[in-house]
């Protein structure tokens, strides 16, 4: 299972993005998807999580109101649009999944995540 995570790139303060984290799982619908974020000399830290219907939507107290993660499980796609960008939402963006066993389940948890992305840079320049 392959998580191939895309559309980072450089944006000014206050600017918008939206990046994709494309599934090779046919069963991606039973997935619960999270994205997570790196910066420099920073740990990895939770962004926002989805369940696998799209339902369930959880965030970082630091993206809530800017960030929207969704899905289309037609696609195999999970999304997370950043709205209002700041310097500090720098990093590099990894998209991660786990078996959803309940249609509700989210995770904040990196550890409970058994499948990762390869990352895409997201800069926002002041």
């Known amino acids: 299972v392959q998580l191939q995570a895309s559309g980072g790139g450089l944006v000014q303060t206050g600017g918008s993005l939206r990046i994709s984290c494309a599934a090779s799982?046919?069963?991606?619908?039973?997935?619960?998807m999270g994205w997570f974020r790196q910066a420099p000399g920073k740990e990895r830290e939770f962004v926002a999580t989805?369940?696998?219907?799209?339902?369930?939507?959880s965030y970082a107290d630091s993206v809530k109101g800017r960030f929207t993660i969704s899905r289309e499980n037609a696609k195999s796609t999970a999304y997370l649009q950043m709205n209002s960008l700041k310097p500090e939402d720098t990093a590099v963006y990894y998209c991660?999944?786990?078996?959803?066993?309940?249609?509700?389940?989210?995770?904040?948890?990196?550890?409970?995540?058994?499948?990762w992305g390869q990352g895409t840079q997201v800069t926002v320049s002041s």
């Open positions: 991660a999944a786990l078996y959803g066993r309940l249609p509700q389940i989210t995770s904040q948890d990196m550890n409970n995540y058994v499948r």
């Open positions: 799982r046919r069963t991606f619908n039973t997935d619960v």
């Open positions: 989805v369940s696998r219907s799209g339902a369930v939507t």
